[in-house]
């Protein structure tokens, strides 16, 4: 089965940077879409960036500059530079995948990005 496992998370100060990774098992990954999601608490979960299986991104609006998706398909990974960070990204972020021809999604367990001074 698909399993999707995230790491990097942790505490920063404001201004700071963190690199996320998500390693994929049991999909093909290169022909998958890719996505990072972040929830707050008491907030709704929401999309930050996506990379297509051809590397076109997507950003929401609020980590346009600062954020950076990108993917490896020989490592089966996904990355989220993040950079400039601010108290309001702090989030559990999710990694998604999303595979070709398939009405399937899945999500790994998440990792926790604290930004805080």
């Known amino acids: 089965q698909v399993q999707l496992v995230e790491s990097g998370g942790g505490l920063v100060q404001p201004g700071g940077s963190l690199r996320l990774s998500c390693t994929a098992s049991?999909?093909?990954?290169?022909?998958?879409?890719m996505s990072w999601y972040r929830q707050a608490p008491g907030k709704q979960r929401e999309l930050v960036a996506s990379?297509?299986?051809?590397?076109?991104?997507n950003y929401v609006d609020s980590v346009k500059g600062r954020f950076t998706i990108s993917r490896d398909n020989a490592k089966n990974t996904m990355y989220l530079q993040m950079n400039s960070l601010k108290p309001e990204d702090t989030a559990v972020y999710y990694c998604?995948?999303?595979?070709?021809?398939?009405?399937?999604?899945?999500w790994g367990r998440g990792t926790q990005v604290t930004v805080s001074s």
């Open positions: 998604n995948e999303r595979p070709l021809f398939s009405t399937l999604q899945y």
């Open positions: 049991g999909s093909i990954f290169r022909d998958s879409a």
């Open positions: 990379i297509s299986r051809t590397g076109s991104t």
